[in-house]
């Protein structure tokens, strides 16, 4: 029999959070298509209004709340509070009618901007729905769902609001419903957050501290966390050789010994912040390539699913 450890070894629930501009819109497309495989569905979902994750799919201006299928087996969505909101309201109330009314009022307008939390709550309540979805056969909808959520200041609010809310309502319907969310993100068997950052010094702090409150007061299974777009390591003597060189060159070699030191040097920083990251925390990162690209698609998400694809198989 052979065991597909890409597969196994990721879970049902994956959350990617992460500061901007790190890369959690294509890990996340990465560990999408990672979890494909035959007969399988994974549907990536980003929240919020930001539209990176349909974009890589080439999909921005199709991807609504109704997940849709970009590629064999791989259907994306986005979620936004409010939808997630109706959507949930005309649930459990029957009458469209009077939803939809509901939702035109002034006063259902402030209420829901003045609610704290609720989009989130929602958002996430949403989610929890999507991996509750049975097929025909009572077997799961979906064998993976990947969730791009946002900046990380406003993913770890979705993330907290559940447990907030259950805490905050002690009994009746919201506190049945956000404990039972509460529980799925809780869950390690179900659920796992993975972190990206970058291979600079703010974006691993940053993402030191995500990690830490994960661990912390949040309380959520950690996944991985990728170091996005990392440089290849110098060999380990080019030190010397370049110092060797520079003793031997000719002043027209000055520019080059500079830039190649000066390359170098960034690649001790890389690997410098890494290893402190990686002790401060006790886990390994795993590191994907800088990969060199006129504009992000398809061919350069399956290259990166390779990598996390091969990271895992390495565990
Ligand atoms: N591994 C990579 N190699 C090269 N460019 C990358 C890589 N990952 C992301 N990028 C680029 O970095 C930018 C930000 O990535 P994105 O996934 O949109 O970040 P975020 O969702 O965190 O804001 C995009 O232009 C993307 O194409
Ligand atoms: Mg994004």
């Known amino acids: 029999m052979i065991i597909d450890f890409t597969v196994m070894s990721r879970k049902r629930l994956q959350f990617v959070v992460g500061k901007g501009g790190v890369g959690?819109?294509?890990?996340?497309?990465?560990?999408?298509?990672?979890?494909?495989?035959?007969?399988?569905?994974?549907?990536?979902?980003?929240?919020?209004?930001?539209?990176?994750?349909?974009?890589l799919f080439d999909a921005a201006d199709?991807?609504?709340?109704?997940?849709?299928?970009?590629?064999?087996?791989?259907?994306?969505?986005?979620?936004?509070?409010?939808?997630?909101?109706?959507?949930?309201?005309?649930?459990i109330m029957p009458i469209r009618r009077l939803v939809k009314s509901i939702?035109?009022?002034?006063?259902?307008?402030?209420?829901?901007?003045?609610?704290?939390?609720?989009?989130?709550?929602?958002?996430?309540?949403?989610?929890?729905?999507?991996?509750?979805?049975l097929c025909a056969d009572g077997s799961p909808q979906w064998d993976a769902i990947v969730v791009d959520a946002g900046a990380s200041g406003h993913s770890l609010q979705y993330?907290?609001?559940?447990?907030?809310?259950?805490a905050t309502f002690k009994s009746g319907l919201v506190h049945?419903?956000?404990?039972?969310?509460?529980?799925?993100?809780?869950?390690?068997?179900?659920?796992?957050?993975h972190v990206v950052a970058r291979p600079e010094d703010m974006p691993l702090v940053e993402a030191t501290e995500i990690i830490e409150r994960l661990r912390g007061d949040l309380a959520l299974p950690l996944g991985r966390l990728f170091v996005n777009r990392c440089r290849k390591p110098a060999p380990r003597d080019i030190g010397e050789?370049?110092?060797?060189?520079?003793?031997?060159?000719?002043?027209?070699?000055?520019?080059?010994?500079?830039?190649?030191q000066r390359a170098v040097s960034w690649l001790g920083i890389q690997e410098n912040g890494i290893g402190m990251v990686e002790e401060r925390?006790?886990?390994a990162t795993v590191r994907l390539p800088n990969l060199v690209a006129v504009e992000f698609g398809m061919p350069?998400?399956?290259?990166?699913?390779?990598?996390?694809?091969?990271?895992?198989?390495a565990v």
Do not use: C, N
Not at 75 to 80: H, N, P, S, Y
Not at 159 to 166: C, D, E, S, Y
Not at 178 to 183: E, I, N, P, Q, T
């Open 24 to 55: 959690k819109s294509t890990v996340t497309a990465a560990l999408a298509v990672a979890a494909l495989g035959p007969g399988r569905r994974v549907l990536a979902l980003e929240l919020g209004e930001a539209r990176g994750l349909s974009r």
């Open 62 to 91: 199709r991807v609504g709340a109704e997940p849709i299928e970009v590629s064999p087996g791989l259907f994306v969505a986005a979620v936004e509070g409010e939808d997630a909101l109706a959507e949930y309201l005309s649930l």
């Open 103 to 133: 939702f035109k009022s002034r006063l259902y307008r402030t209420f829901v901007a003045a609610a704290p939390g609720l989009k989130e709550l929602m958002t996430i309540g949403k989610i929890w729905f999507e991996d509750q979805k």
């Open 159 to 166: 993330l907290q609001m559940p447990q907030a809310a259950a």
């Open 176 to 193: 049945r419903e956000s404990d039972r969310v509460a529980s799925m993100l809780r869950d390690g068997s179900v659920t796992e957050v």
């Open 241 to 260: 050789s370049l110092a060797r060189l520079g003793v031997q060159a000719d002043p027209t070699h000055t520019l080059f010994f500079q830039t190649m």
């Open 281 to 283: 925390l006790g886990i």
């Open 300 to 313: 350069e998400i399956r290259r990166l699913a390779a990598e996390v694809s091969a990271a895992e198989e």
